[in-house]
């Protein structure tokens, strides 16, 4: 019998690493999945330089890496650690939780100016970085998350139709019928966002089983949407589903700099197709 995860791995982002690298993802693809705006939320994760996880985020980490219930109450502990102070990092899972300057120092004092210079130059880098990042800001405003939300009564976020009859999570639509879905988002910004694309994410048949590695069910998407400070747009397009199985759909857009993602709250409608 095989040991569970959390006893062959030394740290969350290890455990993450390996079963992403399982399932043949790249660290793009798994914070697209998860609703990051950049695979640079995932590499610092299994770097095991992060704070702590959101508890929504934990749970779509849990979902779409296929956690096993026996390990979902250790995975949820290693992703959200006790009050951890800003400019400490996670290390090995049976380590105590320290400062990385002060781990050097305690190691070997002689590497004192070592690490102060490399913490120097570390600190330039981070500051032209940030600097770089406002400039781009500037002449491309981006959608992140939690500036670009879903509108609308919190249950009717998406609204899915076939027939003119309401569709909701564990209805049924026939082979064959066309399905449409509407969805609205509003830019809560105090800046203008700039949307690439706004389309509705479909997944299936077998989208309960593969979650988005299921075959992709493709719907017309919306493109370069600019949202002023408080407004919002529709999207309203319709797909036939004609292969009988199990679906869901969720809307998705991609920012000026091509990174896909959820758009918060994450939202999905289940449903299932038959002959």
């Excluded at 043949?24 to 697209?32: D, E, F, H, K, T």
């Excluded at 249950?155 to 309401?166: K, P």
């Excluded at 066309?178 to 809560?188: E, M, P, Q």
């Amino acid at each position: 019998m095989s040991k569970p995860e959390s006893e062959k791995c030394s740290s969350l982002g290890t455990w993450i690493k390996n079963r992403r690298k399982e399932l043949g993802w790249s660290q793009a693809q798994l914070a697209y999945k998860v609703g990051y705006s950049s695979k640079e939320a995932i590499r610092k994760i299994e770097n095991d330089r992060y704070g702590a996880i959101s508890p929504e985020r934990v749970e779509r980490l849990i979902e779409i890496l296929g956690i096993p219930p026996t390990e979902q109450a250790t995975f949820r502990a290693w992703a959200r650690p006790a009050s951890l102070p800003a400019g400490f990092t996670l290390g090995e899972k049976n380590s105590p939780i320290v400062p990385e300057v002060t781990r050097d120092l305690t190691t070997n004092t002689s590497h004192t100016s070592r690490t102060w210079r490399i913490a120097l130059v570390g600190g330039l880098v981070m500051v032209l970085l940030v600097a770089a990042t406002i400039l781009a800001l500037r002449e491309h405003p981006i959608s992140e998350n939690g500036l670009v939300l879903l509108d609308g009564p919190s249950d009717r976020l998406i609204q899915v139709e076939a027939n003119g009859r309401a569709i909701l999570s564990g209805d049924h639509v026939k082979a064959g019928e066309l399905v449409t879905v509407t969805f609205a988002v509003r830019n809560n910004d105090s800046r203008p966002v700039r949307i690439n694309s706004l389309v509705i994410g479909a997944r299936g048949p077998g989208a309960k089983e593969k979650g988005w590695s299921a075959p992709i069910v493709p719907f017309p998407g919306l493109s370069n949407i600019l949202l002023k400070p408080g407004e919002r747009v529709e999207y309203r397009q319709s797909q036939v589903f004609r292969q009988p199985g199990d679906y869901f759909v969720e809307p998705n857009a991609q920012d000026v700099l091509g990174n896909w993602g959820g758009i918060q709250p994450f939202t999905r409608i289940e449903f299932s197709v038959t002959d």
